[in-house]
């Protein structure tokens, strides 16, 4: 039966110029998921990322950190939503980030402002009443995230194992089909997810499944200072 892990990106760079970078303490979460992996004895026929940067740094810092060499398969279809677009459309000043830079600092807790902001951003574009407004819809983005896990699984033999690092809007779309999860639901998964936290799906006699959602045991104890959700 073969088995997919879809792991999530190390934590990006918030509030710097480029967010599609993995900060320090991203680069050592993904190198302690290697250690983790390596110390179940764990390595992959193949590893899949999406086509941003972040993914490939978490997969090269956790697959150098296991003691792995593997080829990089990059699928597009791996890649976040368009997050910055998402949240243009509900704020038009995140289009000048001098002007939305400002509008946060005009707040007492700019982090807990920023996540309501972007909660409502989110919900704009789930509703599906503003589907023109964005390059991608909602339920495009779900089919896309479904579908190119549906091609990893093709081209899986029965033995094979592959880890895939992508980013949580994917991983919460995946979980809510398998789960059967309203939309609003799929989005309180989505803030729930650790980066570098793994979720593993299996699939039989053309049957999928998810095994486990958001595992991230390997940040406790010494390592739990490397628990991150943003």
Sequence with gaps: MPALTLIRHGQASFGAANYDQLSTLGYSQGERLG??????????THVFIGGMLR????????????????ELICLDGFNEFNHEQVLERFEPRFADRADFAKLLASYENPHKSFAALFRNALLRWVDGQYDSDYDESWSTFQARCNDTVAEVFSKLGSGDSAWVFTSGGCISVVAQALLELSDSAALKVNWTLANGGLTQLSQGRGTRQLISLNEHGHFTGRHRELLTYR
Aim: proline share 4%; with cysteine; hydrophobic share 40%.
């Design 35 to 44: 250690q983790a992996f390596a110390e179940r004895e764990e390595a992959p």
């Design 55 to 70: 993914h490939k740094q978490t997969a090269e810092a956790c697959l150098n950190a296991a003691g792995l060499k593997a």
